[in-house]
Antibody
Framework: EVQLVQSGAEVKKPGESLKISCKGSGYSFTSYWIGWVRQMPGKGLEWMGIIYPGDSDTRYSPSFQGQVTISADKSISTAYLQWSSLKASDTAMYYC???????????????WGQGTMVTVSS | DIVMTQSPDSLAVSLGERATINCKSSQSVLYSSNNKNYLAWYQQKPGQPPKLLIYWASTRESGVPDRFSGSGSGTDFTLTISSLQAEDVAVYYCQQYYSTPPDFGQGTRLEIK
């Protein structure tokens, strides 16, 4: 079964760092891009960025460039989303998702992780 | 960036009736070289991740009931649920994947009247 399994919920203080993960299984992890999507409480979906684990080619939305870092470790089939200094406004659910086409970045997301809730509060 | 605008923001439809959700892109998402519209529709139920319903504007994802259909081309698209079922209560999003960033519409909340 093709699936993406994300790390558990996090509660952090402003200014702290954080790295959340998304582990792929059931498919060739290095052959598909993996994207990250933010959903703030009660709000819509926002595309943050995407990485190709095969060569770590990474693209960011202008809205998130410089605010987060996307990376991947292909040896353990895991993608990451990290912050160096969290803000209260980073409180949101974060989803990883895989485009359906092998090697294709511009494609619909057919596989989604279960989501990781990040809460930033003093 | 391509801006995606959905209408209405919310919709209440009686069980068994038709539900129609519209999505408009600020520029065409039709790729002329392959004549494909780079437009997808997702369904998100409370507490769940989004689920892909439709891609290439009108192709139903495997396992999606045939009461769901997508239409449109260029900049104007429609998701239609032909006969609303109770389990269709959700928020629906369109997304363009023609260019980066592949942004989503703001969502349409569908409820039972």
């Amino acid at each position: 079964e093709v699936q993406l399994v994300q790390s558990g919920a996090e509660v952090k203080k402003p200014g702290e760092s954080l790295k959340i993960s998304c582990k792929g299984s059931g498919y060739s992890f290095t052959s598909y891009w993996i994207g990250w999507v933010r959903q703030m409480p009660g709000k819509g979906l926002e595309w943050m960025g995407i990485i190709y684990p095969g060569d770590s080619d990474t693209r960011y939305s202008p809205s998130f460039q410089g605010q987060v870092t996307i990376s991947a470790d292909k040896s353990i089939s895991t993608a990451y989303l990290q912050w160096s200094s969290l803000k209260a406004s980073d409180t949101a659910m974060y989803y990883c998702a895989r485009p359906s086409g092998r090697g294709v970045m511009d494609d619909a997301f057919d596989i989604w992780g279960q989501g990781t809730m990040v809460t930033v509060s003093s | 960036d391509i801006v995606m605008t959905q209408s209405p923001d919310s919709l209440a439809v009686s069980l068994g009736e038709r539900a129609t959700i519209n999505c408009k892109s600020s520029q065409s998402v039709l790729y002329s070289s392959n004549n494909k519209n780079y437009l997808a529709w997702y369904q998100q139920k409370p507490g769940q991740p989004p689920k892909l319903l439709i891609y290439w504007a009108s192709t139903r994802e495997s396992g999606v009931p045939d009461r769901f259909s997508g239409s449109g081309s260029g900049t104007d698209f429609t998701l239609t649920i032909s006969s609303l079922q109770a389990e269709d209560v959700a928020v629906y999003y369109c997304q363009q994947y023609y260019s980066t960033p592949p942004d989503f519409g703001q969502g349409t909340r569908l409820e039972i009247k």
